[in-house]
T-cell receptor, first 114, second 114 residues
Framework: NAGVTQTPKFQVLKTGQSMTLQCAQD?????MSWYRQDPGMGLRLIHY???????DQGEVPNGYNVSRSTTEDFPLRLLSAAPSQTSVYFC?????????????FGQGTRLTVV | AQSVTQLDSHVSVSEGTPVLLRCNYS??????LFWYVQHPNKGLQLLLK??????LVKGINGFEAEFKKSETSFHLTKPSAHMSDAAEYFC????????????FGSGTRLLVRP
C-alpha cells in the first residue's frame, strides 16, 4: 500500500515555463488537496477536490490549475511559473470531507523557479 | 474564522528531558484538533488527534496532548525526548466551511541535544 505518491521530488523551472506536479493515491479516498509550504507559514491550501470531476479553490489558487478525472489522481498544473511559486508542495488525501478525519500526505515536491 | 497559534518557533531540549510544544486555538467551537510531525525532507505524519471523545489524547511515539477548553489550548507533551524526535511539529485545526481545509500553525522546530 503506497499511500499518497508525488512526482517529481525535486524540480527546477525557469520563469514562464509550465509543468505538472503529479499526485496519486491508492486508498480510494474521495477528498484530495494540494498545499504549499513556505518558511514560517505552515501549509496553505491551493486547490481541493471532493471527488472525480469536482474541484474548488483554496486560499492561494492563483497561478495553479487542477483537474480530477479519476478518484486516484489529482495533478497540479503551473501555467507560467514565477519565482513566487518557489515552495514545497504537498498533496494530501482523506477518506471523507469531514472535520474529524485526518489527511494523509505525500512526501512533497520541492520546486525552485529561477 | 478558525486559527491556531504555536507560541514557540523553536524549542530546544536535552535528550531524556520533557518536551512541551504549545498551541492555542481561536475558535469557541473546535470539533477536532490535530498535531502533525514533519521530519527533515519528509512528508507530514499524524501524531494524534482530538475529536471530543476524551480531553487527554495519546499519540504515537509517546506523545500526548490535552484539550483545555477554558484555556483554548492543545499543548503537546512527551515525558522524555529522544534524538529521533527532532523535527518540526504543526498544530492543525479544520476550517468549519465547505472545504474543511486544514489550517496550520506556523510550526515549532524541536531540537534535541545529546
Amino acid at each position: 500500500n503506497a499511500g499518497v505518491t508525488q512526482t517529481p521530488k525535486f524540480q527546477v523551472l525557469k520563469t514562464g515555463q509550465s509543468m505538472t506536479l503529479q499526485c496519486a493515491q491508492d486508498m480510494n479516498h474521495e477528498y484530495m488537496s494540494w498545499y504549499r509550504q513556505d518558511p514560517g507559514m505552515g501549509l496553505r491550501l491551493i486547490h481541493y477536490s471532493v471527488g472525480a470531476g469536482i474541484t474548488d479553490q483554496g486560499e492561494v489558487p492563483n497561478g495553479y490549475n487542477v483537474s480530477r478525472s479519476t478518484t486516484e489522481d489529482f495533478p497540479l498544473r503551473l501555467l507560467s511559473a514565477a519565482p513566487s511559486q518557489t515552495s514545497v508542495y504537498f498533496c494530501a488525501s482523506s477518506p471523507l470531507r469531514s472535520p474529524y478525519t485526518e489527511a494523509f500526505f505525500g512526501q512533497g515536491t520541492r520546486l525552485t523557479v529561477v | 474564522a478558525q486559527s491556531v497559534t504555536q507560541l514557540d518557533s523553536h524549542v530546544s531540549v536535552s535528550e531524556g528531558t520533557p518536551v512541551l510544544l504549545r498551541c492555542n486555538y481561536s475558535s469557541s467551537y473546535s470539533p477536532s484538533l490535530f498535531w502533525y510531525v514533519q521530519h527533515p525532507n519528509k512528508g507530514l505524519q499524524l501524531l494524534l488527534k482530538y475529536t471530543s471523545a476524551a480531553t487527554l489524547v495519546k499519540g504515537i511515539n509517546g506523545f500526548e496532548a490535552e484539550f483545555k477548553k477554558s484555556e483554548t489550548s492543545f499543548h503537546l507533551t512527551k515525558p522524555s525526548a529522544h534524538m529521533s524526535d527532532a523535527a518540526e511539529y504543526f498544530c492543525v485545526v479544520p476550517a468549519m466551511d465547505s472545504s474543511y481545509k486544514l489550517i496550520f500553525g506556523s510550526g515549532t522546530r524541536l531540537l534535541v541535544r545529546p
